[in-house]
């Protein structure tokens, strides 16, 4: 069975500091996604990594994937405000198209 | 296109009572996910279907519940009879293919009491 968990679960931060989100995955995958859901809302894609070594940048978030770690990671640059918001990695094993979400990080941005 | 549309938003229901959720994918998209969201288990894969066809239905959790893909437009979700503990938000997802991301509908908030 596939697992994905992420790490840490609750981030609180300050303005202008730099973050790492971490998504481990137990099974060989090569698809990963990032989401971002803000409270009350629906999820909305930010990233879709689709190989090993992929790196993905919008504005102040950037995302990579190992695939021989099962490790992907979403790297945030001098945090504002508005990134505040619960963070999804999400996993396709190799050999199906089954979705597999990790429990979420909740990033609070604080001034 | 106007995105993964589902009705209602809110439903709330009284125990026993049967609720029907419904979602459109967008257009052209070939799988449709079914997943619920609590605070307690995060987002769990309920269903999906590729081409209108059930594939893995795994995290059903029990026969109470049941979906359909009647057409490649309309997908629905039942509970019947629901419980208090079936209260989440029930999201709707399509993708077009095997390697895209999944598109969110905006979720319905079901309250069972």
């Known amino acids: 069975e596939l697992k994905v968990e992420q790490n840490p679960l609750f981030l609180s931060m300050q303005e202008g500091k730099n973050y790492t989100i971490y998504c481990n995955y137990s099974?060989?995958?090569?698809?990963l996604y990032w989401y971002r859901q803000d409270p009350g809302k629906s999820l909305e894609s930010l990233f879709v990594?689709?190989?090993?070594?992929a790196v993905k940048q919008e504005g102040r978030l950037m995302a990579s994937l190992d695939t021989k770690a099962r490790l992907s990671t979403l790297h945030i640059t001098a945090a504002v405000h508005d990134l505040s918001a619960t963070y999804f990695c999400?996993?396709?094993?190799?050999?199906?198209?089954?979705?597999?979400f990790g429990e979420g990080t909740q990033l609070t941005v604080n001034p | 296109d106007a995105g993964v549309i589902q009705s209602p938003r809110h439903e709330v229901t009284e125990m026993g009572q049967e609720v029907t959720l419904r979602c459109k994918p967008i257009?052209?998209?070939?799988?449709l996910f079914w997943y619920r969201q609590t605070m307690m288990r995060g987002l769990e894969l309920l269903i999906y279907?590729?081409?209108?066809?059930?594939?893995?239905d795994s995290g059903m959790p029990e026969d109470r519940f049941s979906a359909k893909m009647p057409n490649a437009s309309f997908s629905t979700l039942k509970i019947q009879p629901s419980e208090p503990r079936d209260s989440a938000v029930y999201f709707c997802?399509?993708?077009?293919?095997?390697?895209?991301?999944?598109?969110f509908g905006q979720g319905t908030r079901l309250t069972v009491v």
């Open positions: 257009s052209g998209h070939d799988y």
């Open positions: 997802a399509s993708r077009d293919g095997p390697g895209t991301e999944a598109f």
């Open positions: 099974t060989t995958s090569d698809r």
């Open positions: 999400a996993v396709v094993l190799t050999s199906g198209s089954r979705l597999t």
């Open positions: 990594l689709l190989s090993n070594g």
């Open positions: 279907f590729n081409n209108n066809v059930p594939i893995d």
